[in-house]
């Protein structure tokens, strides 16, 4: 019961604090931007099956390797892929945190 709470919890609220705390002016174009980054969700989709409860995201599916974390984690630098960067690395990290409550 617990797991789903903080799973979602950094998912949606990571987001938002950091939206809230660093791009106050704009936290609303802020929050949108870091809160595709669930996009990459979308990977789930060439998984059979596509929703296995106790299979952990990270490294099984494309979209969650490694190499694409190093990508994430590179889109954090220049400051015109920093949402995008931060809402993918809030993702993985929410997804870390789950399977580490598996």
Do not use: E
Not at 1 to 20: E, K, R, T
Not at 38 to 51: C, G, K, Q, V
Not at 89 to 102: E, K, Q, Y
């Amino acid at each position: 019961m617990l797991q789903p709470v903080i799973h979602y919890g950094i998912h949606f609220l990571g987001p938002l604090v950091i939206a809230l705390w660093f791009y106050k002016p704009r936290w609303k174009y802020a929050y949108l931007i870091m809160i595709c980054g669930m996009l990459i969700d979308l990977d789930h989709l060439l998984a059979t099956p596509i929703f296995s409860p106790g299979r952990c995201s990270i490294n099984y599916h494309p979209l969650h390797s490694y190499w694409a974390i190093a990508v994430y984690i590179l889109l954090l630098l220049p400051r015109k892929t920093r949402l995008i960067g931060l809402g993918l690395v809030i993702h993985i990290i929410a997804d870390t945190v789950d399977c580490s409550l598996m």
